[in-house]
């Protein structure tokens, strides 16, 4: 794919609000809203991955302590958390770290469109957070057995690993083996519909976000200039 056409996974726009119940955008207008009343240190941003946290244990125990936002979507793509960030998400806020997770639902993409969906939001958020901390999550194995969105989301995985630059501001955090048994199957109870996780599955996930998320809080700008020993 030349410079010059970018991927249709880069390109940002709202959700068409088919069902008529303006659902979608009356999320995003609150996430706007809280830009303006809280001071994150942490901002997660997603699709379902990210918003179903919030009802588990682990936001309550591990993230909402680091004074986190959770701006999760359930159905987003990337185009819609690009549209969503350019459009008010990052107003007024200046988080050290941003979580980001989505991908999954970009299923009229290809891998590599995918790719450089993930990767336009992340220079976005580079851009507009220039001091901040960028971890994308890895999207996850789906489906009960091995099949070609389960290969799909590896491959758009092993293409983030590659293009990102190390060391740098953004870092892949890729759990998602912590999932699947030795026979290469999802078990129903780290995803109830093997899919979405539940709350073990996130607690088997999110456990090296949080340790990631713990060192990255505690560094201290001379730390984070200090020449290797």
């Not at 609000?17 to 207008?29: E, K, N």
């Not at 939001?121 to 851009?127: G, I």
């Not at 890895?138 to 489906?143: D, E, F, K, V």
Request: net charge negative; with cysteine.
């Amino acid at each position: 794919m030349s410079s010059e056409e970018p991927s249709p996974a880069a390109l940002p726009e709202p959700v068409d609000d088919v069902h008529g119940d303006g659902r979608w955008m009356s999320q995003h207008t609150r996430f706007v809203q809280e830009c303006k009343d809280a001071e994150p240190d942490v901002l997660f941003v997603g699709d379902s991955m990210i918003q179903l946290m919030r009802q588990h244990d682990i936001w309550r125990d591990l993230f909402s302590p680091l004074h986190a936002l959770n701006f999760g979507i359930g159905g987003d793509t990337t185009c819609n958390v690009l549209w969503r960030l350019q459009n008010g998400e990052l107003d007024n806020i200046k988080p050290k770290v941003v979580v980001l997770w989505v991908g999954t639902n970009n299923h009229q993409h290809s891998a590599e469109q995918v790719a450089e969906g993930v990767l336009a939001v992340a220079r976005l958020l580079t851009s507009r957070l220039p001091r901040a901390k960028v971890i994308i999550m890895g999207l996850l194995p789906r489906g009960e057995r091995p099949n070609p969105l389960r290969e799909k989301n590896a491959a758009v995985n092993a293409l983030l690993r590659a293009r990102l630059p190390r060391p740098g501001p953004v870092l892949l955090l890729d759990a998602g083996a912590a999932l699947l048994a030795p026979d290469g199957s999802l078990s129903q109870r780290d995803t109830f519909d093997y899919l979405h996780l539940t709350a073990a599955g996130y607690a088997a996930v999110t456990k090296p976000l949080s340790d990631l998320l713990l060192q990255i809080l505690e560094e201290t700008p001379e730390e984070k200039r200090a020449p290797p020993v």
